[in-house]
């Protein structure tokens, strides 16, 4: 069984929107926090934002903050990621991830290795 299984990629014009959607099982949904990572061809994986399973705490890399949104459902366990104004330079292929315990609620965002269960990515590719 998959733990984490990404969907609402897509191909996209500069300026629009896409919402991905993280869900979850197998594990304690309530207990981890959330985060979503991007890895462009050529370029090192890297953390976008983060969330912690009360929901109420989020950090945002630089590049996206503003622009893009992290949330929780945890009845539902399902994690999101609002994605708006999308760039070229968003293009990469999407992942979430779920780190046992808390997030701590400044940067920067924790590094790939802290998180314990990791999706299989989906593409996002903004078109200009």
């Known amino acids: 069984e998959v733990p984490l299984v990404e969907s609402g990629g897509g191909l996209v014009q500069a300026g629009g929107s896409l919402r991905l959607s993280c869900a979850a099982s197998?594990?304690?949904?309530?207990?981890?926090?959330i985060g979503w990572f991007r890895q462009a061809p050529g370029k090192e994986r890297e953390g976008v934002s983060c969330i912690n399973s009360d929901e109420d705490e989020t950090l945002y890399a630089d590049s996206v903050k503003g622009r893009f949104t992290i949330s929780r459902d945890n009845a539902k366990k399902r994690a999101y990621l609002q994605m708006n104004n999308l760039k070229p330079e968003d293009t990469a292929l999407y992942f979430c991830?779920?780190?046992?315990?808390?997030?701590?609620?400044?940067?920067?965002?924790?590094?790939?290795?802290?998180?314990?269960?990791w999706g299989q990515g989906i593409q996002v590719t903004v078109s200009s």
């Open positions: 197998g594990f304690s949904f309530d207990d981890y926090a």
């Open positions: 991830a779920a780190m046992r315990g808390t997030m701590v609620p400044k940067p920067p965002l924790p590094g790939a290795y802290e998180y314990d269960y």
